[in-house]
């Protein structure tokens, strides 16, 4: 596995926000010896929302550069079914049975999280075919709604099996869950200065921990 190429697509948990930039990539490029092409940012959607990184203009920076990495690993959902104002998801979950749309067709007006998340998937077949692709479904969120994270999450292994992409689920078989204090303290980032973990982003031991064995466990031979 020496010597090969990788690239990373999603948001801050990919990116490595909250433990200096040292992100799933950094991981894997250390452990294996890859060459990494990192294109997550953090705070992207899947689905548009106005003023985020959106993973779909990810792809396609990515396809416009020319790529041609032996290994994607990508993640997104958890700002999708951030809830902004309370109440709504930031960005609709649309409906599985709406028509596949090319990477390159989909307008901002019309970006709900399915239909995004099933053109990527798409895209990624299509413009990297020699790529091993792996999703990383993130841990359990105490910032997220707990419904809301199942129902997104859901959504993003079904299309995952449908089409062949592999599933680091780190959702259900880590045991990594931030409802938890202990968890939330032990092994998430105190980004907001509170004296606590965040519930969201990794920090190192949460990275090595829970995220990094299963991702490297699925992306073996």
């Known amino acids: 596995m020496y010597g090969k190429t990788l690239a990373v697509f999603g948001d801050s948990i990919m990116y490595g926000s909250g433990n200096g930039g040292t992100g799933v990539g950094e991981y894997l490029s250390r452990s294996f010896g890859w060459k990494l092409l990192k294109y997550c940012v953090g705070g992207a959607r899947v689905g548009y929302q106005s003023g985020k990184s959106w993973l779909i203009a990810q792809i396609r920076q990515a396809i416009a550069d020319k790529i041609q990495p032996d290994y994607i690993v990508f993640d997104g959902f958890t700002n999708d079914c951030n809830m902004g104002d309370g109440k709504t998801c930031d960005v609709a979950i649309g409906e599985i049975s709406e028509e596949l749309t090319d990477i390159f067709a989909i307008t901002p007006d019309a970006a709900p999280f399915t239909r995004c998340f ?95 064995p299963i991702i490297s466990e699925k992306l073996m031979p």
């Not at 692709?133 to 910032?143: D, Q, Y």
């Not at 997220?144 to 592999?166: L, M, P, S, V, W």
């Open 118 to 212: 099933r053109s990527a998937v798409a895209a990624f077949k299509e413009y990297f075919p020699a790529a091993k692709i792996l999703f990383v479904r993130p841990h359990k969120m105490g910032r997220r709604d707990g419904e809301a994270q199942k129902i997104y999450g859901d959504r993003a292994t079904e299309i995952c099996a449908a089409n062949g992409i592999a599933v680091a689920d780190i959702y259900g078989e880590s045991g990594l869950d931030t409802f938890s204090a202990e968890h939330r303290d032990l092994y998430t980032a105190d980004t907001y200065g509170q004296g606590r973990g965040d519930c969201t982003h990794p920090n190192a031991l949460g990275y090595e921990k829970f995220y990094m």
